[in-house]
């Protein structure tokens, strides 16, 4: 990830301070919930050494930085589901979760046209600290929780949000549930959603579960979990209200989808 005429990387140095928070959130921890549920883009804050990457307060706060609204949509989750909710603290744009470490993604220098410039000309050892301070201990965090329910089963559920319109054009789903067309839980909650609303359910729309995504294929597929990525348009979510409307309402249907798949 380093640019060709950028300075000499510095040596390694903590990225975060004594004084700062890890970048792990885990909410009802030890929850009975078969659905663990996730949120690798719930968080703004930026590690006080990079300042604020270039970006004004608008910017950092905006879609490019996180998913707006699934930090109080999961923790809604949380509480009606009684399940274990782990989230990133940081931004996106620090490092994103849901990349894999060291492509080009992961460390944005662009991001839906806006310029990351805290995000250029970074030495090895800089996006070595990204990925041992902030990527890794989240990814570990899902690991233990994981390997702490090997007596049970498990659904994930990865949880994100999508901007109204993209490029110009617009986004007329509601939700989306993303898949690779190997996940009975996704198939039982598209079946659940479009009961109520139709084609304002996207499958694999407005995105497509691909390569491209990290965190549900890192845990899942080795431990050959069941999984959900779910998209809810970000204009739902806009207010903790909102977000709490949203929970309630998802909330008996992701059950009935796990009663549908599991039985009981």
């Given at each position: ?82 399940a ?16 894999r ?23 090895p ?58 996940s009975?839980?996704?198939?039982a ?76």
């Amino acid at each position: 990830m380093t640019t060709p005429g950028a300075p000499s990387d510095p040596p390694s140095t903590p990225l975060l301070g004594a004084d700062e928070p890890g970048p792990v959130i885990v909410l009802n921890e030890g929850a009975p919930s078969p659905l663990l549920l996730l949120g690798d883009h719930a968080g703004s804050d930026i590690p006080r050494a990079l300042g604020d990457l270039g970006l004004t307060e608008a910017q950092r706060r905006d879609h490019i930085a996180l998913d707006i609204g699934v930090a109080g949509l999961g923790a809604g989750l949380s509480a009606r589901l009684d399940a274990v909710f782990i989230r990133q603290r940081y931004s996106r744009l620090v490092i994103d979760c849901n990349r894999r470490p060291c492509v080009e993604a992961s460390i944005p220098g662009v991001s839906d046209g806006v310029k990351i410039p805290g995000n250029h000309g970074l030495g090895p050892s800089a996006v070595a600290a990204r990925i041992a301070e902030i990527y890794q201990p989240y990814q570990d965090a899902i690991a233990r929780t994981l390997d702490g329910r090997r007596d049970r089963p498990t659904v994930l559920v990865s949880l994100h949000s999508f901007t109204p319109a993209m490029q110009g054009q617009d986004r007329p789903w509601r939700l989306g549930v993303l898949h690779r067309d190997d996940s009975p839980f996704s198939t039982a909650v598209l079946e659940r959603l479009r009961s109520d609303l139709g084609e304002a359910v996207g499958d694999n729309q407005p995105y497509r579960m691909d390569e491209v995504d990290n965190t549900v294929p890192l845990h899942a597929d080795a431990r050959g979990l069941d999984y959900l990525e779910l998209e809810v348009r970000q204009d739902l979510l806009a207010t903790p209200q909102a977000q709490s409307d949203m929970a309630e309402w998802l909330a008996p249907r992701l059950a009935a989808a796990l009663r549908d798949i599991l039985g009981g």
